[in-house]
Nanobody
Framework: DVQLVESGGGSVQVGGSLKLSCTASGFPYIRYCMGWFRQAPGKELEEIAHFYRNTGTTSVADSVKGRFTISHDNAKNTLYLEMNSLKPEDTAMYYC?????????????????????WGQGTQVTVSE
């Protein structure tokens, strides 16, 4: 069975940092795309970043560019989201997702409905 397990969430003050992890196991594909999403209370699920496993190519949404960095440790099958200069509007449940993808172009076009595998989420709360 495929499992995606997020960790690293917590409560921080404005300007603080957190590093989220998403460890994947049982994934049956060699070429796949992973993404980070978040959902704040009362808001739609927002896409934050993509990662394409085969090339290591990443992309980050404009809304968090310059503050958030996505990376991956192939040996640990773990995707990371490093979040700096956190703001109250970053408060949300953060999810990682994965799905088979033939290349990065496909991965970069994935939306939330494209991903078939999701983690349980990890809560991030940023307070003044």
């Amino acid at each position: 069975d495929v499992q995606l397990v997020e960790s690293g969430g917590g409560s921080v003050q404005v300007g603080g940092s957190l590093k989220l992890s998403c460890t994947a196991s049982g994934f049956p594909y060699i070429r796949y795309c992973m993404g980070w999403f978040r959902q704040a209370p009362g808001k739609e699920l927002e896409e934050i970043a993509h990662f394409y496993r085969n090339t290591g190519t990443t992309s980050v949404a404009d809304s968090v560019k310059g503050r958030f960095t996505i990376s991956h440790d192939n040996a640990k099958n773990t995707l990371y989201l490093e979040m700096n200069s956190l703001k109250p509007e970053d408060t949300a449940m953060y999810y990682c997702a994965a799905e088979r993808a033939i290349d990065y172009v496909s991965c970069s076009r994935f939306t939330r409905s494209s991903f078939g595998y999701w983690g349980q989420g990890t809560q991030v709360t940023v307070s003044e």
